[in-house]
């Protein structure tokens, strides 16, 4: 049965444009865009009219970095696909990518599997994988090549966290070497976790146990020293590169010289590191546990080199590495000891407004919000134009959003499958009113009306930012 929807009125906003326009929707894609009042946008008929006078119509966002239900610091995150893309969608995200994991000794198609068997028949909305490579093998490398051909295009490795996910130098370069034959992109997790674990040590021997030391022994300098050393590793291999979770002025720097000297390297920062900081690891009474996620908050004085480095096209996408656990029970692991604390914060239904207070702010235009929430991850990540944009042929992933709506962010009232909120009390201006995906209403005018195992797996291509 095929439907028909016409969204009428509101301002289309893409990365490229803004123009008052009327959308055409049919089997779930879009049909057509015609400039609201002509007669060509007169003439679509449908069997559903969506009112968007006054409002935004924006490509659903694309969310490149979540980590539902990842076992994690002795715990697993808190929101399940189900849930977790259930408070996307009532954030306006209508894509997820979500890091599969390898863990020491498995293959890559073991992690692959269990994490498809945990996503498939339980999603809201679409969702793809990357792999996180743990293991670098022989075997390994040659699993890679057979991946990106089935579409998970991009693997996650990390400096940081000696023992679990952590891949040395010469493990690192070998993958590189892989992904510049394969055509996969290699997204670095960057700080030196075997310089960052001499001084947990040495921070807890001297009876430094608080939430706020994790932000201390987790250096800016160690930040940026990673970076640097993944941007040469990738330059060596001949491979293209992509930094996930920025938070340091110094490692924007790094990003910086390399994209002057040319070189495909690429950034990602998230909401925590551009709203929140040390200041909010530093609350009393363990409250800074709340905060708690690697690379870690930095000084608030760090934030003005992120909105440079998103304005300059320096770092290029926000995700949310949406990584919840509970502070009851969860969080409270790191009662006595920072390091025991789970990693992670959430946010994937925060980012789109988040971002949209940030165009209020100041600090971004329109259209650069829709760039880096929504038309660059899905570049990245070979999911374009399929995913965000707004374009004849596109999927009708699609958010009504009212820009002038005010709201009280709070876990009182949040979708997350989390007991507190990062951003609790915040006040912003805007809001997810409507949201589509394939066509189908997932919310509609803030009534959830979705439902799970509509999402789907997306295989991806190989990243269209290069060319
Ligand atoms: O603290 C974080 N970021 N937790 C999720 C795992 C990661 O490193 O992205
Ligand atoms: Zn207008
Ligand atoms: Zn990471
Ligand atoms: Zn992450």
């Avoid at 940081?160 to 290699?186: C, E, K, T």
């Avoid at 000891?337 to 988040?354: A, H």
């Avoid at 876990?411 to 915040?426: F, L």
Wanted: proline share 4%.
């Amino acid at each position: 049965m095929s439907t028909r929807t016409v969204v009428r009125g509101g301002l289309v906003v893409t990365a490229s444009d803004e123009i008052h326009a009327d959308v055409l929707i049919e089997d779930g894609r879009i049909a057509a865009l015609a400039a609201t009042g002509t007669p060509a946008a007169e003439a679509f008929t449908a069997d559903r009219v969506l009112d968007a006078r006054g409002k935004y119509v924006l490509p659903g966002g694309v969310d490149v970095h979540t980590h539902m239900e990842l076992p994690f610091g002795g715990t697993s995150a808190s929101d399940t696909f189900e849930t977790g893309t259930r408070a996307a969608a009532w954030g306006g995200t209508t894509t997820i990518v979500d890091f599969a994991v390898q863990t020491k000794g498995q293959s890559l198609r073991e992690g692959l599997d269990a994490w498809h068997a945990k996503a498939e028949g339980n999603c809201a909305i679409d969702y793809g994988f990357h792999m996180i490579v743990s293991d670098v093998r022989e075997e390994t490398l040659k699993e890679m090549d057979l991946l990106v051909e089935e579409g998970v295009t991009s693997f996650k490795q990390f400096m940081a966290y000696p023992g679990v996910f952590y891949s040395d130098d010469g493990q690192i370069l070998r993958a590189m070497q892989r992904a510049a034959g394969n055509g996969a992109l290699v997204m670095m997790h960057a700080e030196n976790g075997i310089a960052i674990d001499v001084l947990v040590e040495q921070a807890l021997a001297r009876g430094e146990t608080a939430p706020r030391y994790h932000g201390e022994v987790r250096k800016a300098l160690l930040e940026a020293e990673a970076t640097h050393r993944a941007i040469r590793l990738a330059q060596v291999a001949g491979a293209p590169l992509y930094v996930v979770h920025v938070s340091a002025a110094e490692a924007v720097a790094e990003l910086t010289r390399a994209r002057d000297e040319g070189l495909p390297v690429f950034g990602e920062t998230c909401p925590q590191y551009l709203f929140l900081s040390t200041d909010n690891l530093a609350e009393p009474d363990f409250e800074g546990a709340k905060y708690v996620c690697s690379t870690p908050l930095r000084p608030r004085e760090h934030q003005a080199a992120l909105w440079r480095g998103l304005r300059g096209n320096d770092l290029q996408v926000v995700s949310t590495d949406h990584c919840p656990f509970c502070f009851a029970g969860q969080k409270e692991l790191g009662r006595g000891d920072f390091s025991k604390i789970p990693n992670g914060l959430p946010g994937v239904e925060n980012r789109m407004d988040l971002l949209h207070q940030a165009v209020l702010d100041g600090h971004i235009g329109r259209r650069r919000w829709v760039e880096i929430a929504c038309a660059t991850p899905a570049r990245m990540f070979g999911l374009y134009p399929k995913k965000g944009t707004l374009a004849p042929g596109s999927d009708a992933d699609l958010v009504i959003y009212d820009p002038a709506a005010e709201q009280v962010v709070s876990a009182e009232t949040h979708h997350m499958n989390v007991d507190y909120s990062a951003y609790e009390g915040r006040r912003l201006t805007g809001r997810v009113e409507t949201v589509l995906s394939r066509g189908e209403l997932v919310v509609n005018r803030r009534e959830f009306t979705g439902r799970k195992g509509h999402g789907v797996y997306l295989p991806r291509s190989t990243c269209q930012y290069l060319s």
